[in-house]
């Protein structure tokens, strides 16, 4: 059995919200996990026509210290609070993220019915949770910037019912035993799941740059991504500004989905400048096909890759 992992896209504009666009958020959900990266103002409101439940286990990714990327915050942490949150509530940033939350929570008096597990975003594995282990690398920004990569454990390997028959094992809790990946023992003989299942197969691998240049750095770190989040501000005829201002175009965004060997890429974080996504889409589809553009509302369920 696998757990169905959507991705929700709650605001797809960079620096300021469009008619069309809300500021930077995105949702992940698996099994009654929920995964938000980044919360620009206005991503409370789209958690709730996602219908997103705020009471579930969470974790939020911060990946930088600009307005546009945190400015929701406060309100989803109060409306949590008036809600009688009680659980534990995971979060990664740069540690300055912290410091202002506790300064303007404390001077709105938003008392928090919960706790904040806070961690500072450093590159390498910085959390695990029951559904996901989370990673992050360093992104090329006008500030400090982290990229996430938030992967699934290791799945057991395809279990194979004929061998388990031709071993004699009577199917029901010893089946399901093996099929979890322990070994069980029938009439005095000893069977590991090897014996009846295929070799381990990984999970799937969600990433999500922030605003950033594309790097060689982030191209490794994305290396085989199921779904890859990438930062696309600018067509390439606004190339210039994109170098200026430390962004990417949606070419550039396909250049590195394409040297990553990620499986899809989705395209986000767009000037204001542009009224349609068709022609950054356009661009980049020339370089890398599986490309689409996110939009706000959009959701994608992302499938383990066919054997
Ligand atoms: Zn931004
Ligand atoms: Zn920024």
Redesign the pocket.
């Known amino acids: 059995m696998s757990a169905k992992l959507t991705v929700t896209f709650l605001g797809t504009s960079a620096a300021i919200p469009t008619r069309e666009r809300g500021l930077p958020g995105i949702a992940l959900k698996r099994e009654g996990e929920v995964v938000l990266m980044d919360c620009g103002e206005g991503v409370q409101r789209q958690v709730l026509s996602a219908s997103i439940g705020l009471g579930n286990d969470m974790t939020i990714l911060i990946t930088?210290l600009?307005g546009?990327?945190v400015s929701g915050l406060l309100g989803l942490l109060q409306t949590m609070s008036l809600a009688q949150r009680s659980k534990p509530l995971n979060m990664v940033g740069p540690a300055k993220l912290l410091k202002w939350l506790e300064v303007t929570s404390d001077l709105l008096h938003i008392g928090l019915t919960f706790p904040i597990r806070f961690v500072e975003a450093r590159p390498g594995t910085i959390l695990r949770t029951s559904s996901f282990r989370f990673k992050a690398a360093r992104a090329v920004?006008?500030?400090e910037?982290f990229a996430y990569l938030v992967e699934e454990p290791t799945r057991p390997g395809v279990f194979y019912p004929d061998k388990a028959k031709a071993l004699k094992i009577p199917q029901g809790k010893l089946w399901s035993r093996l099929q979890k990946g322990r070994g069980i023992s029938v009439a005095g003989r000893k069977i590991e799941p090897s014996q009846v299942m295929g070799p381990p197969r990984p999970g799937r691998k969600i990433g999500y740059s922030g605003?950033t240049r594309p790097s060689l750095g982030l191209a490794r770190f994305f290396s085989g991504c199921d779904l890859l989040v990438f930062d696309s501000t600018f067509r390439r005829d606004d190339a210039n500004k994109a170098i200026e201002r430390r962004h990417s175009t949606s070419v550039e965004a396909a250049q590195l989905a394409k040297r990553a060997g990620v499986r899809k890429l989705a395209l986000t974080h767009f000037s204001a400048r542009y009224t349609s996504t068709a022609s950054l889409v356009r661009e980049a589809r020339r370089i890398f096909p599986n490309t689409l553009a996110a939009a706000d509302g959009l959701s994608l369920d992302v499938d383990y890759p066919t054997p």
């Open positions: 930088h600009h546009d990327h920004h006008s500030v910037a605003d």
